[in-house]
T-cell receptor, first 107, second 115 residues
């Protein structure tokens, strides 16, 4: 079946950049999404990229899409402690979410 | 907009009891999704509806699970009888457009514990 894979854990220091990676198998989606889940809450849309784009920048967030390698990444610049959460990439044509990457930001 | 509303937020029940989870989607959204999240399996799609009609229920684990959408503003997910392995966080989400073309808006989830 379709699959979306992410690394499970990332730890960074406040002020550093964070890069969360994702690989996927299906490329039918018009969009690919990044969601953020804070403790005890539902998933919140963070950003998305249209499938015919290579890069999208949204304030501190940069999304890179390599369609050839089916690789998606999310870069968070100047990471803050409030960015600590679980981040999911999602391919929504088949409604498949990645396993989630737990980002821990230390002061 | 109030967003997707789910109730209850927490449910603790004993094995064998019936459990009903409720969801109110965002007004005007034609698609409604039910997901289950566990540590072992991550986020899994259970079923989704379009205009109150179930489109794909292949993720429903077994006959103990059933979902209904009697109108555009309400959906239920029922587990009968419940088992300890059903313990998870159940999310409802809604979307204005079809999968792959628009994002989904998630509710806060219902944390179910079956003892």
């Amino acid at each position: 079946g379709e699959d979306v894979e992410q690394s499970l854990f990332l730890s960074v220091r406040e002020g550093d950049s964070s890069v969360i990676n994702c690989t996927y198998t299906d490329s039918s989606s018009t969009y690919l999404y990044w969601y953020k889940q804070e403790p005890g809450a539902g998933l919140q849309l963070l950003t998305y990229i249209f499938s015919n784009m290579d890069m999208k920048q949204d304030q501190r967030l940069t999304v890179l899409l390599n369609k050839k390698d089916k690789h998606l990444s999310l870069r968070i610049a100047d990471t803050q402690t409030g960015d600590s959460a679980i981040y999911f990439c999602a391919e929504t044509f088949k409604l498949v979410f990645g396993t989630g990457t737990r980002l821990l930001v230390s002061p | 907009d109030a967003g997707v509303i789910q109730s209850p937020r927490h449910e603790v029940t004993e094995m064998g009891q019936e459990v009903t989870l409720r969801c109110k989607p965002i007004s005007g959204h034609d698609y409604l999704f039910w997901y289950r999240q566990t540590m072992m399996r991550g986020l899994e799609l259970l079923i989704y509806f379009n205009n109150n009609v179930p489109i794909d229920d292949s993720g429903m684990p077994e006959d103990r699970f059933s979902a209904k959408m009697p109108n555009a503003s309400f959906s239920t997910l029922k587990i009968q009888p419940s088992e300890p392995r059903d313990s998870a966080v159940y999310f409802c989400a809604s979307s204005p457009d079809s999968p792959g073309t628009d994002t989904q808006y998630f509710g806060p989830g219902t944390r179910l514990t079956v003892l």
